[in-house]
């Protein structure tokens, strides 16, 4: 099995090149960049083979590449894997707008490939739990949710996170499309209205897209919940921020944060408390399913559509800010 | 200065013990019927009243903790009485009747204190502080939760009847839309959901709010009545463009016993988290009510913030009925 990188604009890229080294019978083909000084420095530092270009990495017949451009930049090259019959693992977002998600979308079910959105969460074995417990009924029926998925300034590893066109936009598009595909996994259904409010007060001064935002969904059955998509963590809190939620049901509420396996550090190297991980490696579940699914051709554990609904949300919640009521989908 | 409490509920009671701390005199006490007014009377040697009209002669303060539905109609008897007037949370049921109460008092020049006791708890008032000194810059996204069990009362239980208490986005989310806007000012728009909303059958009920504050800070506000008794856990996190501020109940436990319990067998104990300080919150606030009404120093809420509560509230209620967004106006 061999699998190759596009891009190096997304820092996740790094992570999946070492997951893809930990997993038995898969090669690295090699890793692509349109910033050649980019793309032959991470070559270099990961001993892979270079390859000038997006169509010369894929013309080199991989099985599958994992797209990690910047997420308006997903499109162009899902369309390039497909044509070649190459299947593909896309960073999420999906896209910037739903027509790109849905071009996606199409293009590789036409071409007959796997699109599979990198949602990791959906391989977070706290999150599998309280989903295996949900399901065999430990806690009755989810009436609503209170969730964040809040960060810092995502400036650190890349200056085009805050770009409003080649991110689609700030906390919003960074951190709605997570949760939602959480909870969609969760309640098996469809988001049907998202109402939306955004700030820029946190880094006012440093960024033009919104880096405050509240949201409040509405599933079909009923269900509701809000995500807090804030920018508001400190660049001096102990980590990057956290994915937390609590979910009530009709026995009570499971409150889950679900990076909270850590060890607290006081060091006088860094002079301040910080939270080291040592819970489970969710990137590397997240490409070892990408691999058994091309391996076993069949659907990987979350999709494109997937990726494509979680488009829609975001979309409709920055509707919603800018008009102030809630919209449909 | 003479008081008299009208309810002896947990509310009644707690206001008895905070004026206790005080020079006032606890001259009487009103209930439903004078059974239910005994016991209070009897340990704070208080006359049992069979009625408002019969106390008001007795008392220059009237301490009014009933039930939130009676509020607006005990207010402007006491207020025509000339009297000082102390009001639980939530100042009335509706928008409509706080107006009322509101502009009658400024009428009669008598004094209308708002127990929002939040405002006298310690970490909510020292967050205010920080707050209000820049500590942290400008608020941009305000998290306040609030959660319990469904309040318990054997019979006629009001707290669960909208028509009388507003449910939970009135009876126990109004604690955070003062806070909120005591810390961001005040509030442009409002849009909530709870569950008895689409459940009315559920057995447990959350509320969600999200404020739009005019100064651009948006609040989001957590109101639950549907965790096992007896779970009480507040939370809040400022987040501002110079700093943050966290705090969460379960976290800042200076006790936690894991105590067995004698002759109980091996069944687990609940650990109860407390946080034990010199002065009740709300002996704080009476204390507090004492002074502005003896000394005329300023009391750090308002009958307006009272007001500006229920309004925010009442918004809620509507944006849950209506599922839209609903504008709040300048009072």
Redesign the interface.
Known sequence: MRIGILSFAHHHAEAYIQALRALPDVTLLGVADEDAARGRSFAEAYNAPFYPSYADLVAAKPDGVIICTENAHHRPLVELAADHGVHVLCEKPLATTVADAQAAVGACQRAGVLLMTAFPMRFSPPLLEIRARLLAGDFGPV??F?A?NQGELPTKHRAWFVDPVLAGGGALMDHTVHLVDIMRWFLGDEVA?V?A???R????DEVQVE????E?L?FRN?V?A?I?C?W???PY?PTWGGLTF?M??????VVVDAFKQNVTVYSHRLQRPTWAFWGSDMNQALVAEFVAAIREQRAPAVTGEDGLRAVEVTLAAYESARC???VAL | MRVGIVGVGFMGTTHAAGWVATPAQLVGCVAETEAEARPLAEQYRMRVYPDLASLLPDVDVVDICTPTHLHAVQILQAAAAGKAIICEKPLTRTVAEGRQVVATCREAGVPLLVAHVVRFFPEYALAQQLVAGGEIGRPGVIRLSRGSYRPKKPVGNWFLDEARSGGILLDMMIHDYDYARWLAGDVESVYAKKISAGHPEATVDYGLAILKHQSGALSHIAGAWAYPPPTFRTRFEIAGDRGLLEFDSDDTAPIRTLIRKTGGGDAPDVGLPSSPVSESPYTTQIKEFYRTLTEGTPCRVSAEDGLAAVQIAEAALESARTGQAVPVSAL
């Not at chain 1, 007060?201 to 006012?204: G, N, V």
């Not at chain 1, 009530?248 to 509420?253: D, H, I, K, L, N």
């Open positions: 009436y609503c209170n964040t209205e109402y409010q955004s700030n007060i946190f880094h006012a880096t405050g935002g509240l409040l509405t009923g509701f809000t807090d804030s508001c963590r400190p809190w609590e009530v049901t009709e026995r009570g509420a102030g009521q809630p």
